[in-house]
């Protein structure tokens, strides 16, 4: 489609997880376009269970994927956009950054790892011409990690626990290229006064959240451990993360 509307379009299959890969879709997109003007990180996976049950392979690939990729992505975009005088960078974290929810407990530290990320970047590189934010949505429909949610429970999460669209999403992402804010929660209904009282009194947040979200995600993790032979196995095997994919893009072009 991009290509039909006379839009140049790089395709580099990128396991987010490998550093030589993210170094050679860097030296593709420089070769391809020159610039490297928008960097958005978008690849993640989620590990919804009880910590102590999540098989150690599965935490790793889950840090590898959502934070170290991201982290890896940007340390070598960085320079680029130094030497060209600036630009964008995209850090798809999460509502779990802000309020954690029970069963969630690798996938939110991850997420929360990305948000801290992109406000100290914000910081570091004030005055340079690049700008970070970190864009938070809460459980998105239209594909990705909720739909495989859905599709195992066989309904939605509780309404209460908000959610959003690929389509609000991407357009919140427009939005931050376009006016650079520190963050964007995108989620509905608006959760921004639960998060202002949270973060305020922390025990109503953890009361809150836990009337709301454990016993969902407790079925959730509790199907998933009666349908996983590895459930509670501890193992030292390297992690693997196959095309997972990574979202760079250069000329402010997704």
Not at 214 to 228: D, E, G, I, N, Y
Request: charged share 20%; aromatic share 8%.
């Amino acid at each position: 489609e991009l290509r039909k509307s006379g839009v140049r379009v790089l395709t580099v299959p990128t396991d987010v997880s490998r550093l030589a890969d993210l170094e050679r879709l860097v030296a593709a997109s420089v070769a391809e376009f020159k610039t490297i003007d928008v960097l958005v990180n978008n690849a993640g996976i989620e590990a919804f269970q009880q910590f102590h049950e999540i098989p150690v392979e599965k935490i790793e690939a889950t840090i590898q994927t959502n934070t170290m990729g991201s982290i890896l992505l940007t340390r070598l975009v960085i320079p680029v956009m130094l030497q060209q005088g600036g630009g964008r960078i995209i850090n798809m974290a999460s509502t779990a950054a802000i309020q954690a929810p029970p069963y969630g407990a690798t996938y939110a530290a991850t997420k929360s790892s990305l948000l801290q990320f992109s406000m100290a970047l914000r910081l570091e590189y004030a005055g340079s011409g690049i700008t970070a934010t970190a864009i938070c949505p809460g459980f998105t429909d239209d594909g990705g990690i909720y739909e495989m949610i859905k599709h195992e429970m066989g309904r939605r999460v509780p309404w209460m626990l908000g959610g959003t669209t690929a389509e609000r999403v991407a357009k919140k992402v427009i939005k931050a290229l376009r006016s650079d804010p520190p963050r964007i929660i995108v989620e509905r209904p608006a959760l921004r006064v639960f998060f202002a009282l949270a973060f305020i009194f922390p025990r109503f947040g953890e009361w809150m959240t836990h009337k709301v979200a454990t016993r969902f995600f407790r079925k959730l993790a509790t199907k998933r451990c009666s349908v996983l032979s590895s459930c509670g196995s501890i193992t030292t095997k390297p992690s693997r993360v196959q095309d997972n994919g990574s979202s760079s893009s250069s000329g402010a072009c997704h």
